[in-house]
């Protein structure tokens, strides 16, 4: 049973903006650290962005500066407002537990394309 669902993907133009958002069903969601994932095709999955229950944030490093995450635990959300897109940001985007992974959910697709 898929636990957290993402929404929100999309195409856009470089220099584009998306905002990505991801709903939890569990209690747990609320002292976890939290991450965006994202796949490119024929790539290997990889964490972009993490965010701690107390709201400590971790960027990679092609993503600092550009991609911002935050999280509502009251409403067991969390979102990734993404600026500034490029074409390498094209990937599945996924949410996921960073220390207790859960099975993944469908993803959401970003495309950046002119």
């Known amino acids: 049973q898929v636990q957290l669902v993402e929404s929100g993907g999309g195409s856009v133009r470089p220099g584009g903006s998306l905002t990505l958002s991801c709903a939890a069903s569990?209690?747990?969601?609320?002292?976890?650290?939290v991450g965006w994932y994202r796949q490119a095709p024929g790539k290997q999955r990889e964490l972009v962005a993490s965010i701690t229950m107390s709201n400590s944030t971790g960027y990679e490093a092609s993503v600092k500066g550009r991609f911002t995450i935050s999280r509502n635990n009251s409403k067991k959300m969390v979102w990734l407002q993404m600026n500034n897109l490029e074409p390498g940001d094209t990937a599945v985007y996924y949410c996921?537990?960073?220390?207790?992974?859960?099975?993944w959910g469908p993803g959401t697709q970003v495309i950046v394309s002119a």
């Open positions: 569990e209690n747990i969601f609320i002292v976890s650290r």
């Open positions: 996921n537990y960073v220390n207790d992974l859960r099975a």
